[in-house]
């Protein structure tokens, strides 16, 4: 499996075509040439890692996994499948440190499986990322993490856990619900930071929801795991934790509310 690895300073302006390929094997990178350019329709296929220039002390720098949203030599993920530290491209040797790699803007093609690589790399790791500012901590403030797959006005699953919260007195939100013109990540960061408690739904173990779920265990937050039916085959860092199974009709969120006004307060 192939991957395209690309490191920009300023993710608005296109690729240098003097730096497509760059540190590619001519056997790559021949397969996305073409007589007078490259190959995009076939290049925005492959799933793509996109990072800024980054200093290799730069702990908060943050990459997106994802595809390109169409093809381009100026290349744009605004669904990422899953956000981790851009230090992890120097830990696990996708970028040369000696070569400037990751402070230097070009375009590679690597061989491997991006999605299992960079999901063990945030399992078997301590989160290492701070939020640039956190807020203070609200005692009565529930921060959601799951899978945006429906308006949080109408997710049944999200309205279940709202009112359990607010017979709790307490008050969900979810980052969708954030409109701020800081990056999603810094906002996610920030909603863990001022929460008393993370509630994340680990249904299908989604990329992202667990990284969350990493970084609220590290900050020090309780965080309570629901999950759709039967639970998954969890990573070894959060196995020993109990999960909440749910299911998703109306009986079965009714008990999912209920479960958590009782968990809030203390009540179970």
């Given at each position: 499996m192939l991957f395209n690895l690309i490191i920009r300073a300023d993710e608005t302006l296109p690729m240098l075509t003097s730096r497509m390929f760059e540190r590619t094997p001519d056997e790559l990178a021949d397969r996305y040439r073409t007589s007078t350019s490259f190959d995009f329709n076939a290049l925005a296929q492959l799933p793509t890692v996109m990072a800024r220039e980054f200093e290799s002390d730069d702990m908060g720098a943050m990459a997106r996994l994802g595809y390109m949203d169409s093809p381009s030599i100026n290349p744009v993920i605004s669904s990422p499948v899953l956000q981790f530290p851009s230090h992890a491209l120097l830990d696990l040797g996708l970028l040369d440190e000696n070569f400037w790699e990751n402070k230097r803007t070009h375009w590679r093609l690597c061989e491997g499986d991006p999605f299992r690589l960079f999901s063990k790399f945030l399992a078997d790791r301590p989160l290492p990322v701070e939020p640039e500012a956190s807020s203070a901590c609200d005692p009565n403030l529930i921060a959601v993490m799951m899978p945006f797959t429906e308006d949080p006005s109408i997710d049944p699953v999200y309205l279940a856990l709202v009112e359990g919260s607010k017979r709790a007195g307490k008050k969900c939100r979810r980052v969708d619900e954030?409109?701020?013109?800081?990056?999603?990540?810094?906002?996610?960061?920030?909603?863990?930071?001022?929460?008393?408690?993370?509630?994340?739904?680990?249904?299908?173990?989604?990329?992202?929801?667990?990284?969350?779920?990493?970084?609220?265990?590290?900050?020090?937050?309780?965080?309570?795991?629901?999950?759709?039916?039967?639970?998954?085959?969890?990573?070894?860092?959060?196995?020993?934790?109990?999960?909440?199974?749910?299911?998703?009709?109306?009986?079965?969120?009714?008990?999912?509310?209920?479960?958590?006004?009782?968990?809030?307060?203390?009540?179970?």
């Open positions: 954030i409109w701020t013109p800081a990056d999603i990540t810094e906002d996610i960061f920030n909603l863990i930071a001022s929460s008393s408690l993370v509630i994340a739904d680990i249904t299908d173990l989604n990329p992202n929801v667990m990284f969350e779920v990493g970084y609220a265990i590290g900050r020090g937050k309780q965080a309570v795991l629901i999950c759709k039916d039967d639970v998954p085959q969890l990573p070894f860092d959060i196995s020993h934790r109990r999960v909440f199974t749910y299911k998703r009709d109306k009986d079965g969120l009714a008990i999912l509310s209920d479960r958590v006004m009782k968990i809030l307060t203390n009540d179970q």
